[in-house]
């Protein structure tokens, strides 16, 4: 783990591992998400400058969980119970983090890229967490409409080796032939992941079929580890893992708000707007956060089911709600849906608040949102 306790425009201390050319990008590409990160929650808690006593505001980072930037910013009597908290948080995360991953293996370990690589041969044995996240997927496909499809794996990985093609060499950055994605796209039947709660088992039917989680386990973790943190009696943090903000605990004492920016999708270092949350979460998808150019064109991460191209509606797209696991399937799932349908969809849910980033000029808001502008 690494992180910065240094307090507000503190140095940034953080440890990137590898030399190559790969990983200047990656860290370019982290230091930007990570300074835009730090000037939107430290921008958004400029009112919060104020110590109540002896409990100083600390900040930590982690640059190892999710492929992502995670940031804990909170409330302390010291630096050590700081510390000691922030390691509880943070191997928490780590927990879901090697569950949910799609990408490695670990030892002793069954994880979604176990059930992937034994697609079409075997059911695989996972931990509650596991089948718990893929219940929770089933609902967001139901409540999408299908805009959100962890079954989406096989179309999803094209774009991605793609995408990672083309950040590495932009001048040869190419898009996905449409007969490879078209082929891919035969093998998403969400109705092929098969769960089986009493043997505790997961079995992707297809052979060909591929999860892909990417839209909703950090929200999802987020969720999990925000209450699990409450039961522990650990409390006033904000926690964003990728730019899924939560809150454990309102930020003071007598039930103060947290202030939470949320970032331009223009400008990296300046925020559009800022919202008030005691409790909840605040979860963003946009177009700026993984993508890359192919003639001039950028292309981004969410892909919509039915163009299998990246979907064009919105520049981002925000969701407010009091679970970080919905709130993240939303985002993705508002993303992806014209405007009216996400509106319909927004209203039809309780306590649940959205804002459409449409370009530079067009901001659009769900009926309650507004209020909780600062
Ligand atoms: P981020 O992960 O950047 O915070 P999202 O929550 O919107 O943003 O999730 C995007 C990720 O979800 C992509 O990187 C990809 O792994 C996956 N994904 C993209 N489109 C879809 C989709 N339509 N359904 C399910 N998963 C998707
Ligand atoms: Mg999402």
Not at 92 to 119: F, G, M, R, S, W
Not at 144 to 153: F, I, K, Q, R, T
Not at 326 to 334: C, I, K, N
Request: aromatic share 8%; with cysteine.
């Amino acid at each position: 783990m690494c992180y910065n306790n240094s307090g507000f425009g503190g140095e940034v201390l953080f440890r990137l591992p590898g030399n190559g050319k790969g990983t200047q990008l990656m860290r370019r590409k982290i230091t930007a998400v990570l300074l835009s990160l730090l000037l939107c929650l430290s921008l958004a808690g400029c009112a919060d400058r104020q110590e109540s006593g002896e409990w100083k505001k600390r900040q930590a980072s982690f640059l190892n969980l999710f492929d992502t930037v995670t940031i804990v910013v909170g409330y302390a009597p010291d630096e050590e119970a700081f510390e000691q908290e922030v390691q509880v948080i943070h191997d928490l995360l780590q927990e879901y983090h090697e569950l949910y991953d799609i990408y490695n293996d670990y030892p002793d370990l069954n994880n979604i890229k176990t059930i992937n690589d034994n697609a079409g041969i075997a059911p695989v044995e996972v931990d509650r967490r596991i089948l718990d996240l893929l219940l929770f997927a089933r609902q967001a496909y139901e409540i999408s409409g299908g805009m959100v499809n962890v079954a989406m794996g096989s179309v999803l990985e094209i774009w991605h080796q793609y995408r990672e093609a083309g950040i590495e060499d932009p001048e040869n950055a190419q898009l996905p032939p449409q007969q490879a994605l078209q082929e891919a796209a035969k093998h998403t039947d969400i109705e092929q992941m098969v769960i089986d709660e009493q043997a505790g088992t997961v079995y992707l039917a297809d052979p060909q079929m591929r999860l892909d989680v990417g839209a909703i386990a950090k929200g999802y973790a987020v969720q999990q580890v925000t209450a699990e943190l409450l039961e522990q009696g650990i409390s006033r943090y904000l926690i964003s893992v990728g730019g899924n903000v939560s809150a454990i605990g309102p930020k003071g004492e007598a039930g103060e708000p947290w202030a939470v920016g949320i970032q331009s999708p223009y400008d990296p270092d300046s925020y559009d707007y800022t919202v008030q949350i005691a409790s909840g979460c605040v979860v963003t998808s946009g177009n700026y956060q993984r993508s890359y150019t192919v003639d001039g064109q950028s292309y981004h991460h969410i892909i919509d089911p039915e163009t299998l191209y990246p979907a064009a509606h919105f520049d981002s797209v925000s969701v407010i709600c009091g679970d970080s696991g919905l709130a993240d399937a939303l985002s993705t799932a508002l993303y992806v849906m014209p405007y009216e349908e996400g509106k319909a969809l927004v209203e039809s849910l309780e306590d649940v608040q959205a804002l459409w980033i449409v370009d530079e000029e067009t901001t659009l808001f769900s009926s309650g949102f507004e209020q909780l502008l600062r």
